[in-house]
């Protein structure tokens, strides 16, 4: 995966045509978590500092093929303006007339924003005719938006092709992806220790089955290994399963032997707002319970493996960690990976749900690495590789 990034291209005076992440949520036109433009500023500064014409290109939610003001990227251009110090100017659309006059009329050192590109439904289909109305931005493209890069859409994959010949490269938060994601996978250094949680075996059988032909131990938590739990026979009362997973996670459970660790307790309750929660050993959940975290005999063995670990892959909660009464699995893993971090381990935790708890603990600096990307950090675990990296230089 060895690729160039901004770095190694001449900015000066040229137009630097951007794919970044900005995905952010709001609550109305307030950004309530802007770490996915913090993650992008160093490539953006790079590029501004050294003379660079930026123009950025981002989605935002999942609007309807069409214009959707409640998913407008205005107000990252607000909080890109404070972070930089600086005004950034906004296209009110990504195409046409009034946003190519705006690319031409940059000045050395100046941003531009256009406006959510799932705006148009051709950012999705890839279509050609868009990539180029896109591509003739650009003197230079840059990719920095891993959250995005499982997948070819226009910005991701026709632009770059379009622009062939011209540079493409990376920038600096898919790059620093790369080695993390992609070391730990091709070459961890053991024991190597990998923990999946989340609620469906079914999103993640292609990647448990990776790992465990690499890590030397897989921990499972969350509501998946209730469907582990009904394919040994045991019992799981009202909790979360996926009956046609069932012969699946058999296969699984045979092929692993004992790398693959499953919950010993389980924390349960009547319903999800229950505040009344008590511990069962096993898989014996009552009927009349739901399983919703792991237990406390769980959490110790899970340590103890993290604990020994070298590098620590962790994609997915080992709970409803949103409840209080549900979190303390999910808080004695994130504080069992900081633990280990500091003892030299390389963490890297996988995006999403995970990224969101690890942040919430306040321990998202005390680990190596937190993906931006939850269903891109999946999907790299399992395959190794995007095609729209692949394509560039």
């Known amino acids: 995966m060895a690729k160039k990034t901004v770095a190694d291209v001449d900015v000066k005076g040229k137009r630097v045509l951007m794919r970044v992440d900005f995905n952010v949520p709001l609550d109305g036109s307030r950004i309530t978590d802007d770490r996915r433009i913090v993650m992008a500023m160093p490539t953006i500064r790079n590029v501004i500092e050294r003379g660079g014409r930026l123009i950025l290109m981002s989605h935002l939610g999942r609007p309807k093929g069409g214009p959707e003001p409640k998913y407008s990227l205005r107000p990252c251009v607000e909080r890109l303006s ?103 996978v091709s070459n961890p250094t053991r024991p190597f220790t990998a923990i999946l949680g989340g609620a469906k075996v079914s999103d993640k059988i292609q990647v448990i089955r990776q790992l465990l032909s690499k890590c030397d131990s897989l921990l499972i ?50 319903s999800i707002d229950s505040t009344v929660a008590s511990v069962v050993e096993g898989g014996n959940i009552p009927a009349d319970k739901s399983g919703f975290d792991i237990g406390p005999k769980t959490v110790a063995q899970y340590q103890g493996e993290v604990a020994r670990a070298k590098t620590i892959i962790w994609n997915g909660p080992m709970g409803v960690f949103e409840k209080p009464q549900f979190a303390a699995g999910t808080r004695a893993i994130a504080e069992a990976c900081a633990a280990a971090t500091a003892k030299g381990a390389v963490t890297v935790i996988g995006g999403g749900d995970s990224a969101a708890a690890v942040e919430q603990m306040g321990l998202s600096e005390k680990v190596s690495h937190v993906s931006t990307g939850g269903g891109a950090s999946l999907e790299f675990l399992e395959k190794g590789h995007f095609s729209t990296i692949d394509i560039l230089d």
Do not use: W
Not at 112 to 127: S, T
Not at 157 to 177: D, H, S, T, Y
Not at 221 to 232: D, E, H, V
């Open 82 to 184: 404070q972070l930089l110090g600086r005004p950034v100017a906004f296209a009110e659309d990504c195409i046409g007339l009034a946003a190519e006059q705006m690319v031409n009329a940059l000045a050395d050192g100046q941003v531009l924003l256009l406006e959510n590109l799932r705006f148009h439904k051709e950012e999705e289909k890839n279509d050609p005719n868009f990539s180029k109305q896109l591509a003739r931005y650009g003197d230079v493209y840059v990719n920095d938006a891993f959250g995005t890069a499982h997948r070819e859409h226009a910005s991701t994959f026709g632009v770059p092709q379009a622009m062939q010949g011209k540079p493409r490269v990376i920038g600096f938060l898919i790059q620093k992806e790369l080695k993390f994601l992609g070391d730990a």
């Open 221 to 270: 938590g969350g509501a998946m290994a209730y469907t582990f739990f009904l394919a040994q026979g045991r019992s799981v009362g009202k909790s979360l399963v996926e009956p046609d997973q069932v012969a699946l996670a058999k296969d699984l459970l045979a092929s692993a032997g004992a790398k693959l660790k499953l919950p010993v307790d389980t924390v349960v309750a009547d």
